[in-house]
Structure formats: C-alpha cells, structure tokens
C-alpha cells in the first residue's frame, strides 16, 4: 500500500489540542504515522500548503439507510428525474435529492469530506435490511442506532423493573442487529400508535398496555446503557416532537440526563432539537425555544444536542415517530406512508417543504442556528439537518456559514417572514463560530459522543487515515466577511482521504471504495446472557411472526464488520 | 369436398354462432397450475391440463352446450385459443377464467396504457364449442415464437446419505417466506417437508427435477447443444457486449446478492433492468410513489387485526399458508380467527371467499368505482346511484362502517386489483382508503407479493438506482419511464435487441406479442429449470436452485429481511446466480475494453 505525506498543510485537530499550525502528517497503510517514519521512495507528497487540514467528519444523525429510507425513494420519484449524474471513470450513477440513491449518499458524504455517518433509526426486525443498504454506500464507515422505546420485550423488562434485565436484553439485541447504539424515538410513541393514540403524549402520559410513562422508559434505558458501558449513549428524539410548546418537554428531558450519569461523561444525546424547541401554544403563536433550551444545555453538563436545522426548500421527512407524521400529513396534504413494525416500532415518511415566507418555518429556522450559538459549547452542539428532514445533507456547508458569520444569517434573515423573526432572538445574537469550534462540533466532538476518539475524529499518530483537506487558509479567509469562500471551500474538499486512500480530488470522487461498519459487542456475564436468552426465546415466537434464529444478523452479511468491544459495568 | 360436408360445415358454422357466449375473460394464479409448474414443469400433463382450462359458470356452459373435459374456443381482439372446459359454480354468469399461463397469454391485452401492466384481467372474449385439439405446451411455445421447442431435462442422482432435520427453514416459493419449515434430508434426498403448503412443499421436494445441468447454445440447426461453461458465458457475454440496448428480466426468484450484480451489469450494458412486479404489483408500487403507504408486518396482523379484507387476491391457492398464518391464529390481542371479521371482495367466489365470514361480489373490473363509493361512505358523503359495481349502496355504507369501528384493519390486495384497467388508479385509491380509515382508526393495506423475493428485487433496484422496477440505463443514468423502460412494453414494442432472462419464465407468462418479439432476438437465460423461455433461449446457463442450492437474502411480502439457506450442494459445475451474472460482468467489461 502507498504511504502518504500531507505537506505544509493548516492543521486543525482539537482532539490533540491543535489549532491551525502547520504540521506535516504521514499516512500508511491505512492510519496515520510519523511522518519521519516514511520511506520516500514509497511515498507520495500532497502538497497541502495554504490549505486546511481536518479529521474527516462525522455525521451522527442521518437517515440514509433502511426500510423508511427506502420506502421515500420510491414515494420521492420525482426527486430523482432532473437530479440524474452519470456514472463515470468506474463510479456509478447518482440520482434523487431529499432521498438520493446509494451512490449520492456515499459520494457526496465524500465530498464534503465526511468519512463517518451513523443512520439514526432501524426497526431491529428490519436491520438487516438496514446492513444491506449500509453496504451498498460507498466509501464512508457507517454503522446504525436500533429503535427500542415501544419494543415490547424492552418495555416487559422495563414495568418489571428488571434494570439488569433490560441491560442483558439490550446487549443482547444490539448483538443480534449489529447495532451500534439505543434509538429513543417519541418514547412510548409508536406502542400507543398502534392502539390509535400516541399523538402528543408527554413525558408523564400513562402509556396503554404498559403501566408506563415516557419518563420512565427514557430512565431505565439510560440507566441500562450507562451500566453496559456503551460507547454511544441513548440517543433521543424527544416527546412531542413538532407540537407548539414542546421545548418545555425537551428541558425537562435534558433534566433527566443527570439522574444516571456517571462522571462527565455525556449520558443523553437529544437530536435535531430544532424540532423540539417550539414555544407558545399554537401554530399561530408559535415562538422559539432555542434560549431556553442553550440555557439548560448550559448546565445539564452530561446532555449534548444536535441541531436538525432547517434549510428552506423541499425535504421528505421521515421519522420512526409515526402518530407526528400523521399529524404533519394533515398539514401538508399530499402524500403520507407509515409502516408499523410488529411488537417493535412504527414509522411515517411525509414530503414537505420549508418556504422562507412561512411564519412557522421561518420559526424553526432560527431555533437551531439559537441553540448552537447561545450554548456556545461545540463540544455538545452537533451540526446535524437530520437528513433529510430538515434539509438533505449537502448543505451542511450553509450551516457552517449561517455559525461562523452574523452576515451570512443577515443575509438569510432579509429573505424570511419578518413577523416571526421578532419573535425570536436570533436577530440579537452576535455570536459567530471559528473553524476550531467547527472542527470540534463536526470532527473532534462527534468521535467522543460515538466513543471512538481512539482512531476517529483527530489526527494524532495511530489515528485511522480518514482525512479531509479543503483549499482555503484559515490565516487569511475571515469566515465572517468572506462566509461564501467558505461555503464554496467545505462544499468540495480538495483531498479526501479514507482509510488512507484518496477518494476524492479537487471535489470529485476519484475512488470507490467501501467503508467498515461498526457495531457493539457488549460482554455480559455469561450467567445473564443465558437467562436473556432463554426469556427471548421464550417470547419470541409469540412476538414475532418469525423464527428467533433467522431474527440474528450475522457477521458474514456484512461487507467489512468492525467490532468495538465495550466492557460493561454488569 | 362433397356438397354433404359442405352443408354440414355450414350447419354447424350456424349452429357455432348460436351457440357463441361473450364473457369477461380473467386470468389469474390456480393451485394446481402452481403446483404442477413446481413439481412436474410445464411441459407436464398435469400443468397442461390445469393451465389450459377455461372455467365457466355452469349456466353459461349449458347455454353453449359443453360440459367438463369439452373443448371451446376462445378468441378475444388480441388473438384465439382452444382451450378445455371446466365447471365452476363460484363464477358469476358472463365471467371465464384460465389460470395464468401460454393459453391465456395467447388471448390477453397486450396493452399497459402507459403501465407496464398489460390488461391481465377483464378482456372481452368470445367462446363457442369446438372439435380442435388444445395445443401442448410446445406446440404453443413453438407457433408463437417460431422457434424449435428443445429441453434436455435431467432428474438429479438422488443418493442416499447423511440425513439431517433443517430447522427453521425458509421456504423459497412465495411472498410469505415461511421460515419455520422442517426439511428432512436424507443425502441429497428431500425425504419431507414439515409446515411448507403444497406449493412450497412441491418446489422443495422436487428440486431435482426437470433440471438444467449442462449450458447449452443454440446451433445453427435450431436445436439447442451442450457446451462448456465458459463458452455459454463467453457467448452470452458477446451477445451483451455487442447490443446496443439489451434487458435483463426476472431476478425475483433469486436473492439480493445477484440482484445486486444485476444491476450492476444493466448500468454497465446501458441496459433495461426489469423484475417481474412490471407484470404483477407494478402499479401498486406506481400508486405508493402517488399517494404513499399504509403498511404494518405480517405478525402485527395476528396481533391485533380484528378485521381482515381480501381484496382481489386469492391467498388460499396462491400463497396457501398465508390464512392460516395471519388469520387462524391468534396473537397478542386478538386469540384467533373467532375474534376476525374476514370479508372477500372478488369478481368469483374463490377459495378463500369460502373461508370468509362475508363475500361481496363486485362486477369485474369495476374495483375502483367500489374503492372511490367506500372512500365517500367513509366520508359520510351520499352515494346518487342504487349500486355501485354490483353492489347495493346499503352494503356500502355498511362495508364502511365496519372498517371505521374496526380497532385494526388490514386489508390485503392482490392481482385483482392492479391487472385492472385503471391499473394504479385503483392502488392510489386503495391507499388513499387506508389514509382516510386511519383518521377513524388504524387501517393497513399489505400487497400480496408472489415471487418469494419480488420484494427484495424491487427494494435492491430501489437503493441502487432510486426506482424499484423498470430501470432503464440506455442514457447512462436511471430513468424510469412507465409504458417505455417496462420490461413488457420494451418487448411488446420491441425496443431491446438482446434479453438476458434470469430466475423467471416471460414466455409463460407475458402476453403473446411481448413473447414474439422476444424470440425475435439474441435470448440468454440463467435458470435452474427448464422454463419455456429457456426451451427457445441461444444461451441456456444452469444455474443453483437459490434457496435451496444456494443462499442469500430475500424479502417478505411486508419488507421482512429473511436468510434463505443452502441445504444442498448444487450439481457439479453449477454456479449460483450471482456468481454467473459476476462472471458475465467481467467478460462483458474484457469484450467492451476494459
């Protein structure tokens, strides 16, 4: 294999505190070395003088693999017409835009110089289906959190009280799925959805069937996954997602985090809170939660959040909270598809599009742009437009632009619905993002939240060789005046690097290569394992409608597996 | 010719106008046709008889004076065939049916309207008695398409051995992947198949028959002729390399993993790549990127569905356990088939209209005028006239009131309902239902899919392209184009200069037009069975019986992932699909440059 030297580069790697110097970094054989240590004869000089060197980045909310995505590519044909690029030089053809094709997803992660995306949601039924997807996806590494708020046997375990019970089923099924992290999504959300309720519950609703409340389950599941150690901790979709006043819902969420957190480590992640953070009591009324949950955020030091920022235009929501998609198709009156998922989950997919006149979008806009500057701690604010349901991945840049430059918001603000602008504080918010904090918030942070700063996320000796190098000189760009060079610069990296091989070059994919995917192997004592065992065994035929052996996913079903031990506190 | 016979033959030509019947011709999927083509093939008498019959009313049988085993002909806009009678109480009067299948094809609608989906259903014919033979199988195959009929069917050495019980076996025959079956295995001997229904049990058991072993081309003389491997594919390769617009056709019957090369192959070819949901829920799959969906799992249904509507579709002969599995059993809240409202709506009393608590007949092809009166009677709204597609306006508003105060509704929709002239009008309707029952209550409507993994096919073309069927790479990109880039329409209108046929019979199954053109030009086909396209293929391929002889992934009708497994080793020298179209992909690339 060929070995690298990246020279004279601008290198930013929080995760090893550096912050823009100028350092040589070598690469060989996949992770990167002493640059010393390189042969020359063998090795290839990238010459990367006046250009920013960065970990490639980490995307840790994203539907881009799995039933409902599927299910929207072919709601979404019309997506795909006019957005059609031909496969050439032996890369394969690209088509669609809120929910493109494999090929879209992996190549144009690439060229934004991400080397990392966690799919959000998989119903654990159909997981396998999810690792088939995942493995058609290009370049990136990849790896899938698993729903498990109204999965019944969780929930069995839950009203029992059984804490352990639960951390044994979750290893369990995360090993079963080759999983990667806990999904909460609108706890308790989709068991009440297939009785007919489930729209708006919050944490304190009394669920059916169970003797449960969504507080309840968010408890114990946390509990469970900080006693299993997890790398990743739950990651949660809050209650009453999209309803007017929820941000109250939200803090009250966050709250919760420090009720089983164990040191600092961050025990909740929140996602795209931006759908999470209104205020008032009607769609008329509607205002922004955004201070309120950056005040929060603030102190609940073991919660982080992603945004799920809006960019205007079309997108093709779709959730695993079903009873929400039901309600949005109410709104948005055209097409509507949900699938519910036996003894597990449910979801909903909806088109719809964000228009700068709207009061209420203009609302959600400024929410997330709010959280991530008045928190001001990119260690725990992921940029994130939960592609795509608050706007395709590709425009990440934008977002990036919106932090790092009161003007490009100015910009945007001339355009939006004035009335709902007063209502919010954006207007007033002086703040503005440097290229470490966006370094952190897109590299560094994100490898800590997944527990994978070992090789991800930084460029220190030892550390996978996924790199990404974009042509701008953070010295003499100011990204505040001059936000469309930066824009333009993220929008196509100049180099990227995957696992040590160039895949992309001046903004084109050169190389197609296929990315690991990771899972968890939590060790649970063997005595615990076999009393899951058997229990699920015991349910599981009457569950599911099939066998407990064809449910297990196996090893050899996934292109390149790469398993993260995680030794439990059980 | 003698002035008697003469008189004769003009007595019975008046006789033959008189006793003339019109009807309304339905095609559609009958248990023994199934079976037979399982076990036997179709080149058996047993498929022959079953596939080649036209079911009547008896009413309408006196009225032309035949009776069981008596031979009429059938002839319709699109073509005639003599086919033989049989007597079914369960037809309305004016209604015929013959199982899908060469007899039908020669008769039906070639036309999709623009659908892929060619008029299956419902096709106006005329049937009066005759003494013509019914044509077999070859005799069929062969006028059509002007080819020599050839087979070389090889029953597999069965050799006692170790004997083995697979446990939760997945059975490889239709979209209820069933994966709790039992095989007994003595060697390669399959001694039983515990749980599978007689459809799957047939293909399971008799894996060995009627087999493709060796690759064969078609020699000058018109027969086909052994090869070796690497000919057949250095000449299918050639026969791809060299067109400029070819299709690749079939794959439900395979797992994803070939699926995968397949398309993989299309996109290099600049091909069209088709799988065979173009000619069954074709349009269902157009009516979700119209409205959307309303799905639930197959256990969901057994959990809580207290109502359960069959809607043009016919489980008990065509996926058999399907009844038994989602309605007779009982789940979580609902104990069992005591606790379900089972309600058939089909153009005959079919089997499983037998089974139901309720059946209502609705007039052939009037499904969506039925569908848009429920839609209103779900809405309160006032139907003007008395019936509605046969149907009382009272039964309506009743029909609807029970699927608004059911808890759980599903509805399962079949063939019935997409072969129809509306084709993916009546699905967008039937989905737009399913939403407007879902502001009473939970409503699902689940698509009956019948190739064990079409799912699959249309999910893989789905994530690697953004279409799920239909796929057509001439431009260098997807393009999905209904009644142009449609398997049936590329042939019908003979757009594609070569065919790759993979894991599926289209000369069995398209309508006779689609399968002229289609023995018109260079025919590959990869299968482990001698189907009638591989009987007048160039380049026949043996390939592993996949979910027998070969593993992979396949997709249940309700988008469950399930393992297939190899159980047996495939005979000497016989690939699995995936790895053949892997070998014809490289050569492809050598041959084109690369």
Request: charged share 25%.
């Given at each position: 294999?060929?070995?690298?030297?990246?020279?004279?580069?601008?290198?930013?790697?929080?995760?090893?505190?550096?912050?823009?110097?100028?350092?040589?970094?070598?690469?060989?054989?996949?992770?990167?070395?002493?640059?010393?240590?390189?042969?020359?004869?063998?090795?290839?000089?990238?010459?990367?003088?006046?250009?920013?060197?960065?970990?490639?980045?980490?995307?840790?909310?994203?539907?881009?693999?799995?039933?409902?995505?599927?299910?929207?590519?072919?709601?979404?044909?019309?997506?795909?017409?006019?957005?059609?690029?031909?496969?050439?030089?032996?890369?394969?053809?690209?088509?669609?835009?809120?929910?493109?094709?494999?090929?879209?997803?992996?190549?144009?992660?690439?060229?934004?110089?991400?080397?990392?995306?966690?799919?959000?949601?998989?119903?654990?039924?159909?997981?396998?289906?999810?690792?088939?997807?995942?493995?058609?996806?290009?370049?990136?590494?990849?790896?899938?959190?698993?729903?498990?708020?109204?999965?019944?046997?969780?929930?069995?375990?839950?009203?029992?009280?059984?804490?352990?019970?639960?951390?044994?089923?979750?290893?369990?099924?995360?090993?079963?799925?080759?999983?990667?992290?806990?999904?909460?999504?609108?706890?308790?959300?989709?068991?009440?959805?297939?009785?007919?309720?489930?729209?708006?519950?919050?944490?304190?609703?009394?669920?059916?069937?169970?003797?449960?409340?969504?507080?309840?389950?968010?408890?114990?599941?946390?509990?469970?996954?900080?006693?299993?150690?997890?790398?990743?901790?739950?990651?949660?979709?809050?209650?009453?997602?999209?309803?007017?006043?929820?941000?109250?819902?939200?803090?009250?969420?966050?709250?919760?985090?420090?009720?089983?957190?164990?040191?600092?480590?961050?025990?909740?992640?929140?996602?795209?809170?931006?759908?999470?953070?209104?205020?008032?009591?009607?769609?008329?009324?509607?205002?922004?939660?955004?201070?309120?949950?950056?005040?929060?955020?603030?102190?609940?030091?073991?919660?982080?959040?992603?945004?799920?920022?809006?960019?205007?235009?079309?997108?093709?929501?779709?959730?695993?909270?079903?009873?929400?998609?039901?309600?949005?198709?109410?709104?948005?009156?055209?097409?509507?598809?949900?699938?519910?998922?036996?003894?597990?989950?449910?979801?909903?997919?909806?088109?719809?599009?964000?228009?700068?006149?709207?009061?209420?979008?203009?609302?959600?806009?400024?929410?997330?742009?709010?959280?991530?500057?008045?928190?001001?701690?990119?260690?725990?604010?992921?940029?994130?437009?939960?592609?795509?349901?608050a706007g395709p991945f590709t425009k990440y840049p934008r977002v990036i632009a919106w932090l790092m430059s009161r003007r490009a918001r100015e910009e945007e603000m001339k355009k939006v619905n004035r009335r709902a602008l007063k209502k919010t504080a954006l207007p007033a918010v002086d703040e503005e993002f440097d290229f470490n904090d966006i370094i952190i918030a897109t590299r560094a942070a994100p490898a800590k939240l997944l527990g994978l700063e070992d090789f991800k996320g930084h460029l220190g000796i030892g550390a996978q060789a996924d790199i990404a190098i974009y042509n701008i000189d953070p010295g003499k760009v100011d990204p505040s005046r001059d936000w469309k060079i930066v824009e333009k610069a993220l929008s196509r990296a100049e180099y990227v690097f995957k696992d040590g091989r160039i895949v992309v070059r001046g903004g084109r994919v050169v190389e197609e290569t296929y990315g690991s995917t990771l899972y968890v192997k939590p060790e649970i004592p063997e005595d615990l394992s076999k009393t899951i065992v058997d229990k699920v065994r015991e349910m599981f035929p009457y569950y599911y409608s099939i066998q407990y052996s064809n449910f297990i996913v196996d090893l050899s079903e996934i292109r390149k597996p790469r398993e993260i031990p995680v030794k439990t506190l059980l | 010719m003698t002035s008697t016979s003469i008189v004769q033959e003009a007595l019975e030509e008046k006789l033959g106008?008189?006793?003339?019947?019109?009807?309304?011709?339905?095609?559609?999927?009958?248990?023994?046709?199934?079976?037979?083509?399982?076990?036997?093939?179709?080149?058996?008498?047993?498929?022959?008889?079953?596939?080649?019959?036209?079911?009547?009313?008896?009413?309408?049988?006196?009225?032309?004076?035949?009776?069981?085993?008596?031979?009429?002909?059938?002839?319709?806009?699109?073509?005639?065939?003599?086919?033989?009678?049989?007597?079914?109480?369960?037809?309305?009067?004016?209604?015929?049916?013959?199982?899908?299948?060469?007899?039908?094809?020669?008769?039906?609608?070639?036309?999709?309207?623009?659908?892929?989906?060619?008029?299956?259903?419902?096709?106006?014919?005329?049937?009066?008695?005759?003494?013509?033979?019914?044509?077999?199988?070859?005799?069929?195959?062969?006028?059509?398409?002007?080819?020599?009929?050839?087979?070389?069917?090889?029953?597999?050495?069965?050799?006692?051995?170790?004997?083995?019980?697979?446990?939760?076996?997945?059975?490889?025959?239709?979209?209820?992947?069933?994966?709790?079956?039992?095989?007994?295995?003595?060697?390669?001997?399959?001694?039983?198949?515990?749980?599978?229904?007689?459809?799957?049990?047939?293909?399971?058991?008799?894996?060995?028959?009627?087999?493709?072993?060796?690759?064969?081309?078609?020699?000058?003389?018109?027969?086909?002729?052994?090869?070796?491997?690497?000919?057949?594919?250095?000449?299918?390769?050639?026969?791809?390399?060299?067109?400029?617009?070819?299709?690749?056709?079939?794959?439900?019957?395979?797992?994803?993993?070939?699926?995968?090369?397949?398309?993989?192959?299309?996109?290099?070819?600049?091909?069209?790549?088709?799988?065979?949901?173009?000619?069954?829920?074709?349009?269902?799959?157009?009516?979700?990127?119209?409205?959307?969906?309303?799905?639930?799992?197959?256990?969901?249904?057994?959990?809580?569905?207290?109502?359960?509507?069959?809607?043009?579709?016919?489980?008990?002969?065509?996926?058999?356990?399907?009844?038994?599995?989602?309605?007779?059993?009982?789940?979580?809240?609902?104990?069992?088939?005591?606790?379900?409202?089972?309600?058939?709506?089909?153009?005959?009393?079919?089997?499983?209209?037998?089974?139901?608590?309720?059946?209502?007949?609705?007039?052939?092809?009037?499904?969506?005028?039925?569908?848009?009166?429920?839609?209103?009677?779900?809405?309160?709204?006032?139907?003007?006239?008395?019936?509605?597609?046969?149907?009382?306006?009272?039964?309506?508003?009743?029909?609807?009131?029970?699927?608004?105060?059911?808890?759980?509704?599903?509805?399962?929709?079949?063939?019935?309902?997409?072969?129809?002239?509306?084709?993916?009008?009546?699905?967008?309707?039937?989905?737009?239902?399913?939403?407007?029952?879902?502001?009473?209550?939970?409503?699902?409507?689940?698509?009956?899919?019948?190739?064990?993994?079409?799912?699959?096919?249309?999910?893989?073309?789905?994530?690697?392209?953004?279409?799920?069927?239909?796929?057509?790479?001439?431009?260098?990109?997807?393009?999905?184009?209904?009644?142009?880039?449609?398997?049936?329409?590329?042939?019908?209108?003979?757009?594609?200069?070569?065919?790759?046929?993979?894991?599926?019979?289209?000369?069995?199954?398209?309508?006779?037009?689609?399968?002229?053109?289609?023995?018109?030009?260079?025919?590959?086909?990869?299968?482990?069975?001698?189907?009638?396209?591989?009987?007048?293929?160039?380049?026949?391929?043996?390939?592993?019986?996949?979910?027998?002889?070969?593993?992979?992934?396949?997709?249940?009708?309700?988008?469950?992932?399930?393992?297939?497994?190899?159980?047996?080793?495939?005979?000497?020298?016989?690939?699995?699909?995936?790895?053949?179209?892997?070998?014809?992909?490289?050569?492809?690339?050598?041959?084109?440059?690369?």
């Open positions: 294999m060929k070995s690298f030297l990246i020279k004279g580069g601008i290198v930013y790697d929080p995760l090893n505190g550096v912050e823009g110097e100028v350092i040589d970094i070598g690469l060989r054989n996949g992770v990167i070395v002493d640059p010393s240590s390189l042969d020359p004869r063998e090795t290839i000089v990238v010459d990367a003088r006046g250009m920013m060197v960065v970990p490639g980045g980490i995307d840790v909310h994203s539907h881009i693999a799995g039933p409902k995505v599927n299910t929207g590519r072919v709601m979404m044909v019309e997506d795909h017409y006019l957005t059609n690029i031909p496969g050439k030089m032996g890369l394969r053809s690209q088509t669609g835009r809120t929910v493109p094709n494999v090929y879209k997803i992996g190549y144009g992660y690439a060229r934004l110089g991400y080397t990392t995306v966690v799919e959000a949601a998989s119903p654990p039924l159909k997981t396998r289906h999810t690792h088939e997807e995942l493995d058609s996806i290009p370049i990136i590494d990849k790896m899938t959190l698993i729903l498990m708020d109204s999965n019944w046997i969780a929930l069995d375990y839950i009203s029992e009280g059984d804490l352990k019970g639960l951390a044994g089923y979750i290893a369990w099924l995360l090993h079963a799925t080759k999983g990667y992290g806990v999904k909460i999504v609108d706890p308790g959300a989709d068991l009440a959805w297939l009785y007919g309720k489930g729209y708006g519950i919050d944490l304190d609703t009394q669920l059916p069937e169970y003797n449960l409340t969504p507080r309840e389950i968010i408890l114990m599941l946390g509990e469970a996954s900080t006693l299993l150690n997890l790398p990743h901790p739950i990651h949660v979709h809050c209650n009453r997602l999209g309803y007017p006043g929820n941000y109250s819902t939200t803090t009250r969420t966050l709250e919760l985090s420090s009720k089983y957190s164990t040191g600092n480590k961050i025990s909740m992640h929140i996602t795209h809170v931006q759908f999470t953070g209104y205020k008032g009591s009607t769609w008329a009324t509607l205002g922004s939660g955004g201070e309120e949950i950056a005040r929060i955020l603030r102190r609940q030091r073991n919660a982080s959040v992603d945004l799920g920022q809006i960019i205007f235009g079309s997108v093709t929501t779709m959730t695993a909270d079903a009873p929400f998609e039901h309600v949005l198709f109410h709104i948005s009156r055209w097409k509507w598809a949900f699938a519910d998922v036996e003894a597990e989950t449910a979801s909903g997919i909806v088109p719809y599009r964000y228009r700068r006149r709207n009061y209420v979008n203009t609302v959600q806009w400024t929410i997330g742009l709010e959280v991530a500057l008045l928190t001001k701690d990119p260690w725990r604010t992921f940029i994130t437009t939960d592609h795509p349901n | 106008e008189r006793r003339q019947l019109e009807i309304l011709l339905v095609t559609g999927r009958s248990l023994v046709q199934g079976m037979s083509m399982e076990a036997e093939g179709k080149r058996s008498r047993r498929y022959r008889l079953s596939a080649s019959t036209l079911s009547l009313n008896p009413e309408d049988a006196q009225l032309i004076g035949v009776e069981k085993n008596s031979r009429v002909r059938v002839e319709t806009e699109h073509g005639a065939i003599v086919v033989n009678v049989s007597i079914d109480p369960g037809l309305p009067r004016g209604t015929g049916f013959i199982p899908m299948g060469p007899w039908a094809n020669a008769v039906v609608c070639p036309l999709t309207d623009g659908t892929g989906m060619p008029k299956y259903k419902n096709i106006p014919a005329k049937v009066r008695p005759t003494e013509e033979q019914v044509p077999s199988v070859e005799e069929l195959v062969s006028i059509i398409t002007g080819r020599r009929v050839d087979a070389h069917p090889v029953e597999l050495d069965l050799r006692e051995g170790e004997k083995k019980i697979i446990e939760d076996f997945v059975c490889p025959f239709c979209g209820d992947l069933c994966d709790f079956i039992k095989v007994h295995l003595n060697g390669n001997i399959v001694e039983k198949v515990v749980g599978a229904c007689p459809l799957g049990s047939s293909k399971i058991r008799n894996y060995h028959r009627d087999r493709i072993v060796k690759p064969y081309i078609r020699s000058p003389s018109g027969l086909l002729e052994e090869c070796t491997l690497p000919k057949a594919l250095d000449k299918a390769a050639e026969i791809l390399a060299s067109s400029k617009h070819p299709l690749i056709f079939g794959l439900s019957s395979t797992v994803n993993e070939a699926i995968i090369v397949g398309v993989e192959l299309a996109e290099y070819l600049g091909a069209i790549i088709d799988n065979t949901t173009v000619v069954c829920h074709g349009p269902t799959t157009i009516g979700v990127m119209e409205a959307g969906a309303a799905r639930c799992t197959l256990g969901l249904v057994r959990h809580l569905a207290d109502l359960i509507l069959f809607w043009g579709c016919n489980p008990a002969e065509a996926h058999p356990n399907h009844f038994k599995r989602w309605v007779i059993e009982g789940g979580k809240h609902v104990k069992g088939r005591k606790d379900r409202r089972v309600i058939v709506i089909d153009v005959r009393r079919t089997a499983t209209a037998r089974m139901a608590d309720e059946f209502i007949m609705v007039e052939p092809g009037k499904d969506y005028e039925l569908i848009t009166a429920l839609r209103m009677a779900v809405k309160d709204l006032d139907i003007e006239q008395s019936t509605v597609a046969g149907v009382p306006r009272e039964k309506i508003y009743e029909l609807a009131d029970a699927l608004r105060s059911c808890k759980y509704g599903v509805g399962f929709f079949g063939m019935g309902l997409t072969m129809n002239e509306p084709r993916y009008r009546s699905l967008e309707e039937l989905i737009k239902l399913a939403h407007d029952l879902n502001d009473w209550t939970r409503f699902t409507v689940v698509p009956m899919r019948g190739h064990y993994n079409v799912t699959g096919a249309c999910q893989v073309s789905t994530w690697l392209t953004g279409y799920p069927f239909s796929v057509d790479f001439m431009r260098g990109i997807p393009k999905f184009i209904p009644g142009l880039t449609t398997a049936t329409d590329a042939l019908i209108r003979g757009d594609v200069d070569a065919a790759l046929i993979i894991a599926s019979d289209p000369v069995a199954h398209f309508p006779r037009k689609a399968v002229e053109n289609l023995s018109k030009i260079p025919l590959i086909v990869v299968d482990p069975k001698w189907s009638l396209t591989a009987m007048i293929a160039d380049v026949v391929i043996p390939s592993a019986m996949s979910g027998v002889e070969a593993g992979g992934t396949a997709y249940r009708m309700d988008g469950v992932p399930l393992r297939v497994k190899k159980i047996i080793e495939p005979p000497t020298g016989v690939m699995e699909d995936h790895r053949i179209l892997l070998e014809i992909l490289s050569r492809v690339r050598r041959l084109r440059g690369e």
